[in-house]
């Protein structure tokens, strides 16, 4: 950490924050004049990113080597996060992708995918909470994907834990909802960074037109921040789509609640 004064703003963590869609937030929120803690595995990477933002932006900025998908690395930054009063904001955003097909694909990938995706964004949520509660205030904002809105042929193992993180968000909202902590849920479609390298696609397969700058996509998101939005779908022009989405599954979840089997499955008492 530098020596400059504490931030009035608090302290931002961004997990994932040494390549991609973290160094942007990392940027941007150094940019706000919030402190931060910076997590992610390669060490290099996140002190020049910090050593960056100090130097820029007269903020103080921390750094966390851990690897959130192993117990050990995910608990201490639980204990990090959960021991800090000073975290005011929380970005979920490590998370990592695979294009192997489901009747091929490994048990170490398929237990990475879902230890970051689901796992640590979870367990960091829960570490940052009571701090939060005790003040009645701070924000957390959760990295999915558009792919957590529908199953997509590609990435079925991917698509489910952005899925989770959707609903775990929606739940979770509600469950604060006499609060004044915020959540937003955030969609990235296909966006430059290190993440197509991971899966071995590379952005230039894609159409043209389709994928945004990691710049572009943050920027939106952070707007979508500051005005209110729960989810922020940075690509999708027709906001009125995301209402409806979020408006029919509320409405399907209510219609649930009948202990009479519908007339179609022809069940007579
Ligand atoms: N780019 C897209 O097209 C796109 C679209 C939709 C959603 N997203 C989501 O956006 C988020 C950020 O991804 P990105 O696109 O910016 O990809 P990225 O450049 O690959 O960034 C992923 C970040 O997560 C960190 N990370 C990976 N595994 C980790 C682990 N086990 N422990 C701790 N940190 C780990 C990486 O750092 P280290 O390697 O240093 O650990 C890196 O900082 C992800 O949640 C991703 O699912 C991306």
């Known amino acids: 950490m530098s020596q400059a004064k504490p931030s009035t703003l608090g ?48 903020v103080k900025v921390g750094v966390l080597v851990a690897d959130l998908a192993q117990p050990s690395g995910l608990s201490e930054t639980m204990q990090k996060l959960s021991s800090d009063p000073a975290i005011t904001l929380l970005v979920n ?12 694909v490994s048990l170490d990938t398929i237990t990475n995918l879902v230890a970051l995706n689901v796992t ?50 929606q739940g979770l909202k509600q469950q604060l909802a006499e609060t004044a902590i915020r959540l937003q849920f955030v969609a990235p479609a296909a966006t430059v960074s290190e993440i197509w390298d991971t899966m071995g696609v590379p952005l230039s397969s894609l159409g043209a037109g389709v994928v945004m700058t990691t710049e572009d996509c943050v920027d939106a998101a952070l707007t979508g921040l500051d005005n209110g939005e729960f989810i922020t779908a940075p690509s999708v022009h027709d906001n009125s789509l995301v209402q409806e989405f979020e408006k029919t ?19 007579r008492k």
């Not at 955003?93 to 091929?104: E, F, R």
Request: net charge positive; glycine share 8%; proline share 5%.
């Open 249 to 267: 599954s509320s409405a399907l979840l209510a219609a649930t609640q009948n202990d009479q089997p519908a007339p179609r499955y022809g069940i």
């Open 11 to 58: 302290t931002a963590v961004i997990t994932g924050a040494s390549s991609g869609i973290g160094k942007v937030y990392a940027d941007r929120l150094a940019a706000r004049g919030y402190d931060l803690l910076l997590v992610a595995r390669r060490r290099d990477r996140l002190q020049a990113i910090a050593d960056d933002l100090q130097a820029r932006f007269s």
């Open 93 to 104: 955003n490590a998370g990592t992708s695979s294009v192997v097909p489901v009747s091929q």
């Open 120 to 169: 640590a964004l979870t367990a960091l949520t829960r570490a940052v909470l009571p701090h939060f509660l005790e003040r009645n205030s701070g924000t957390i904002v959760n990295i999915g994907s558009v792919v957590g809105f529908s199953g997509y042929p590609w990435v079925p193992i991917y698509g489910a834990t952005k899925a989770y993180v959707l609903n775990f968000t």
